[in-house]
């Protein structure tokens, strides 16, 4: 018989063996019936030689190890199957736009590009379009230095003027004082100056006339005032009184300026334009901006003319309109 084993230490209980391998088979003591008999002395014939080795005779037993309980590392969970993606093509859907609408504001939008030297004077030169004037439209539009042209909108031909002029590189402005009608109220004056804005979409500013159409008349100049406030458009007006135009506009916060001297209010002729040019110069460089209008007259057009190109201006630079307002708004 063969001797015990010892059990497996592997393996101690049948639930051991379902983790991982068969179970040991116990080796049961030897019965009564298992044991040796008395072996007889009387010589036989020699057997066969055995087809496998002889089995000794068994050796003392060996004491029973109890088994042991092996703990058995847990088990990994298995891998998460991969998540399915979709193979057809993604398309991506923009995020929305949460950046604040930009309000109106013409005086930025319709401004020539300006770059003001640094250090120098700002003189803007604004001329009255004068549908009497002989001057060819597009020789004054083709001037080498920023005019700024000031235009009737209830003209026929205002549209086409204004878009000419400014597709040239000059900057172009509304009558204001033209524009709305004498007797006019608040809401007569909002209406007057959207009219106004749809014919010349390209106006920076608007301007009232030398008499002060619109600031002698209170409800008229706040009612215009606050229509500007909401458009973005500068004013022009011109010195009167106490300057009321100027602190309404203030107050509302639409950039404004006054003109420094109307150029020819007598039809002055060339040389003498070309002095108050020189006057405004000296202005412009004591207080850094000066405004003045002319009308497209031919001696008016001359003089700023020789005045710009003469060698007359060194300090001061003429510049658009809505530079010099800028200007005076910081």
Sequence with gaps: MTPSLAPNPRF???ADASAGGLAPRRMAPPQGQDRLSAIDTTPAPAPPAPATAPVEAPGPQLPQVPPVAVREPPLSPPPEAPLMTSRLPQVAVPAPDLAPPVAPNALRDNAVAFDAPIGTALMAVILIDDPTSPLD???LAGLSFPITLAIDPLRGDAADRAAAFRAAGHEVMILGAVAIAPGAGAADVAVAIEAARTTLPQAVALMDDPEGRIQSDRPVLEAAV???????????TFPRGLNAA???ARRADVPAGTAFRLLDDEDQRAPVITRYLSRAAFAAAQEGTVIVVGRSRPDTVEAVFSWALGGRSEGVALAPVSAVLRALAE
């Design 246 to 248: 100027q602190d309404t």
């Design 137 to 139: 439209p597009a020789a």
């Design 226 to 236: 606050a229509a500007l406030a909401e458009t973005g458009h500068g004013l022009i």
């Design 12 to 14: 101690a209980t049948s």
